[in-house]
């Protein structure tokens, strides 16, 4: 019997023993965990960031995002131009959804601003004290285009609707030719007892040209032509000496030429 218990004994450990190096594991497991978390050994790990490095992430943060705001600004000041520059009303930031959400910008974007803004309305003061001052109604699709100058001469008469002169008298020498203002196309050649040989040629943006009084056509209707391209020659036909009257037209509207090309 005693014996018996002897083997028993040998063959089944003390529970006390195994309770004992259990707590032991966990107690050195919780102590390895504090070190790492609350003292610097952890920055000795390969890999994980340092102090330095991680303000220095947290920085760059903050100005990637003060970035992104001034960018977001910027891109809805420059919306707000070209509406202006469009003869529309700007948005207000307060006005729509689509606005950025800055609550508040530095000092130095907001001189930016102010600069910007102080420009643009001096050259659109600028502009319409010229327009005013000079009496030309200027069209805007039209103003942008780059004219070729049909012939060299002087204007003798000056174009002047109201006095059933709807066009440029420009006083030239004999045999001199004529040239396109712009690109574009003839739809009609003809002659006339009025107005002799006349040419007519279709631009874009509605306007057309009508060259009159020409002694000899050199292109016919259906014909492409360039800014400069001969298209008719100009004769003596009168005591005061070759002349060509040139005329424009803007979606129905006589205009005048002068408003547009250097003579």
């Known amino acids: 019997m005693a014996l018996r218990l002897i083997r028993d004994k040998e063959s089944h450990p003390d529970s006390k023993t195994t309770a004992i190096l259990a707590g032991t594991v966990l107690g050195i497991m919780a102590l390895t965990y504090f070190l790492i978390a609350f003292t610097g050994i952890k920055r000795t790990i390969p890999g994980y960031p340092s102090r330095e490095t991680r303000l220095a992430a947290i920085e760059n943060v903050n100005k990637v995002d003060s970035l992104s705001k001034v960018i977001d600004m910027w891109a809805f ?23 950025p959400a800055v609550r508040e910008i530095d000092d130095a974007s907001r001189a930016a601003f102010a ?97 009159k009084h020409t002694a000899k056509l050199l292109k016919g209707t259906g014909d492409r032509v360039t800014a400069g391209t001969p298209i008719a020659v100009v004769s003596d036909v009168a005591t005061d000496g070759a002349h060509l009257y040139l005329e424009f037209w803007h979606e129905g509207k006589a205009i005048d030429p002068a408003d547009y090309i250097k003579f």
């Open 115 to 211: 600069a910007n803004d102080s420009l643009l309305r001096e050259e659109i003061l600028r502009q319409e004290a010229f327009n005013v001052s000079t009496g030309k109604s200027v069209i805007s699709q039209i103003e942008g285009m780059h004219f070729f100058t049909p012939i060299k001469g002087v204007i003798a008469a000056p174009f002047d609707e109201s006095k059933g002169h709807p066009f440029l008298d420009i006083a030239s020498e004999t045999e001199k030719m004529v040239y396109a203002v712009y690109d574009g196309t003839v739809i009609n050649s003809y002659w006339s007892d009025l107005s002799e040989n006349v040419i007519m040629i279709q631009h874009r943006n509605n306007l057309v040209s009508v060259y």
């Open 77 to 99: 000041q420059i919306a707000n131009i070209q509406r202006i520059v469009n003869g529309q009303e700007p948005v207000s930031p307060d006005s729509t959804g689509n606005a």
